[in-house]
């Protein structure tokens, strides 16, 4: 297929959709960033640098052959799997955290493209183990394994957000493929039983974000401030918000990380209501686009990678937006494409470039070894 077949394949909706996403989070990312008497240019610059790498790397995961996201699955996985290693050992550390590399003027964080990973190898594993009837508790443990690992090496840093997505994901994909309703029953009452256990894991900070998120009121200088600031720039915006580059939360610094964890918080002030109606009506179309490129695949891998891929968005938007609201603890979730970021923009965009590459051959047969999800 040549260059220009591919493009005519190409799923313009969803690329749409995300280029709109980014351009709400670059305005956005100059409001929040911006003080009086002071340029917001320099991450706004960033950003936009950022959305350009971020398309090139859609490109060329679009434009990369057909089975080649299948080909890569595993040798990806465990480079990243060392990568996370490595960031153990001499990761920069951050506001207590070691989850970045360090290179020159960029912070790479691994963390971010892991879930592209495991996404990755959880969609060939399944693929190749994939039964009409469904697939057993003996057959889904060695997928538990598999985000045992990236779970293990990431909440180490510690970033039990992130550690938590890998897990939303693994739900996620065991529903998309599946499994028999008695290897689900295990899996969540096994589940419930090790959810307590986490507590006794978690540092004293992680902690104190559930005692907040139960109660924000508890320490409203300390660990609630960022809880109830939020609410409150929520609230401010009313139902058409205060105007762009009018908002008092962000600008004057009342909003912590308002740039990145709480950029929905000063788009919800400034735009209100409607506007946040538009926004999510965006990531619910992307969501949308997602599931249904799932649904139309006539390959199991391609099938599974965009499901398990949709999760992927929809864990982010709906954490961050909860998490913004008061409605889930604080953590590390950026909101996608809104959020300021490089190895999220990165991650996010390649993760849309691979959807639409299993995309593109979403209704052929792969010859006499082609594995058909119709019956």
Known sequence: MTRHGKFARLD??????ALALCGIGLLNIYSGTRVVGTSGMPLFVKQVIWILLGVLAFLACYLAGEGFMEEIAWPVFGGVLAVLV???????????????ISLGSFNFQPSEFAKVALV????????????????????TMPAIGLVILPFLLVALQPDLGTAGVFVIILVGMIVIVCVKGSALLLMGGGG????????????????????????????????????IQSKIAVGSGGFFGKGYLHGTQGS???????????????????????????????FLF??????????????????????????????????????????????????????????SMLTNMVALGIMSNLARSRFTFQGSGERSIVA
């Open 192 to 227: 419930a039983l090790a959810l307590p256990c986490l507590w006794f894991v978690m540092k004293d900070y992680q902690k104190q974000r559930v005692l907040t998120f139960l109660d924000p009121e508890r320490d409203p200088l300390g660990a609630g401030y960022h809880v």
């Open 12 to 17: 313009w909706r969803i690329l749409l959709a």
């Open 286 to 343: 992307l969501v949308y686009r997602g599931f249904h490129l799932t649904s139309r695949s006539q390959d199991r891998f391609a099938s599974f990678a965009c499901g398990g891929l949709t999760v992927y968005f929809l864990a982010h938007i709906a954490i961050n937006l909860s998490m913004v609201c008061g409605l889930f603890p604080v953590v590390g979730i950026p909101l996608p494409f809104v959020s300021y970021g490089g190895s």
């Open 86 to 100: 490595v960031v153990l050992v001499v990761g920069k550390v951050r506001g207590g955290s070691q989850r970045w």
């Open 120 to 139: 990755l190898a959880l969609s060939k594993y399944f693929a190749d183990r994939y039964e009409p009837s469904g697939i057993g508790f003996g057959g």
């Open 252 to 282: 004057l610094r009342f909003l912590p990380e308002q740039h990145t964890d709480f950029a929905f918080a000063v788009f919800a002030e400034e735009w209100g209501f409607v506007g946040a109606l538009v926004l999510l009506a965006l």
